[in-house]
């Protein structure tokens, strides 16, 4: 059995500042864990991946995610936030791959401070 | 790639009727296709694994007979609300899996809203 667990339901920033949201886990075994972003009244759009490969994974829009075994972490970071980044980011975890079922944190939702 | 459609995106109707929700795979073959459902400002739930050629795979809690999955192709699975009410109303998003070991792409959702 795996879960996720997002630290802060909401997070506010600055634009031009850091964007980092939390994201703990756990699993029974080596997880496959993704960083999902979702805007108002649409579908998850995949931002990044990790699957037990290179622990610093780099995604789309200038985000990237540092897999730590040792902290059960997966935290999603941006040097310099967007407006464009305000949206609804979900981290998730798989125990594996194949077609296995993927467990949903409860949301982070970014609001970006002009 | 990996472009997963749905539809239709919004369906308003009445308390009793049965609401047919559509997810295509665009660019790739699905043997796994995933139906979710959301309720505002809370995280995805899953409802149901579907497999070609196969039964679906219903998360417990969720009637089988109330939401209805067919996947009768490689690149359609379909979820059939059956006499839907009012506490049916929400957000449902299907994923598709283009291959093994790949993360789920998701289509953009359905707003069903039941009056």
């Not at chain 2, 796994?32 to 196969?54: D, I, V």
């Amino acid at each position: 059995a795996q879960s996720v667990t997002q630290l802060g339901s909401h997070v506010s920033v600055s634009e031009g500042a850091l964007v980092l949201l939390r994201c703990n886990y756990s699993s029974s075994v080596p997880p496959y864990l993704f960083w999902y972003v979702q805007y108002p009244n649409q579908g998850l759009q995949l931002l990044l991946k990790y699957t037990s490969a290179a622990t610093l994974v780099k995604g789309i829009n200038g985000f990237e995610a540092e897999f730590k075994k040792s902290e059960t972490s997966f935290h999603l970071t941006k040097p310099s936030a967007h407006m464009s980044d305000a949206a609804e980011y979900f981290c998730a975890v798989t125990g594996g791959g194949g077609y296995q079922k993927v467990t949903f944190g409860i949301g982070t939702k970014l609001q970006v401070i002009p | 790639g990996a472009v997963v459609s749905q539809h239709p995106s919004r369906v308003i109707c009445k308390s009793g009727t049965s609401v047919k929700i559509e997810c295509r795979s665009l660019d790739f073959q699905a043997t796994t296709m995933f139906w979710y459902r959301q309720f505002p400002k809370q995280s995805l739930m899953l409802m149901a694994t579907s497999n070609e050629g196969s039964k679906a795979t219903y998360e417990q809690g969720v009637e089988k007979d109330k939401f209805l999955i067919n996947h009768a192709s490689l690149t359609l699975s379909t979820l059939t609300v059956t006499s839907a009410h009012p506490e049916d109303s929400s957000f449902y998003i299907c994923s598709a899996v283009p291959g093994l070991n790949q993360p789920q792409h998701f289509g953009d959702g359905t707003r069903l809203s039941i009056l």
